[in-house]
Nanobody, 124 residues
Framework: QVQLVESGGGLVEPGASLRLSCAASGPTFSRLVLGWFRQSPGKEREFVGAISLNDGTSYYGDAVKGRFFISRDSAKNMAYLQMNSLKPEDTAVYYC?????????????????WGQGTQVTVSS
């Protein structure tokens, strides 16, 4: 069982930056992908981005490409989501998710473990 804990959410103004962290703990897996998803009221959960802790391969959703960047600290089993040029439409609960694989995927159902989520609000 992998436990995931997100941190770093908050209220920011449009154009600001924010960094989220995801800490994974539990059994040590040889392959692990950490992903970020978000969900706002009345909408489906949306893929934001993901990274392989093994080789650093990353992939981003179209809505955040060029603004959001994911990095990793494999030794600590952590991933970070750097969010720049934030927009009001980025407001959502952001979830960290994990899958025991080397392959990064955008498919929500393929992620086996989920964190509790952290609220990000972009508003003036």
């Amino acid at each position: 069982q992998v436990q995931l804990v997100e941190s770093g959410g908050g209220l920011v103004e449009p154009g600001a930056s924010l960094r989220l962290s995801c800490a994974a703990s539990g059994p040590t897996f040889s392959r692990l992908v950490l992903g970020w998803f978000r969900q706002s009221p009345g909408k489906e959960r949306e893929f934001v981005g993901a990274i392989s802790l093994n080789d650093g391969t990353s992939y981003y959703g179209d809505a955040v490409k060029g603004r959001f960047f994911i990095s990793r600290d494999s030794a600590k089993n952590m991933a970070y989501l750097q969010m720049n040029s934030l927009k009001p439409e980025d407001t959502a609960v952001y979830y960290c998710a994990a899958r025991r694989s080397k392959v990064v995927t955008t498919t929500t159902a393929l992620y086996e473990y989920w964190g509790q989520g952290t609220q990000v609000t972009v508003s003036s």
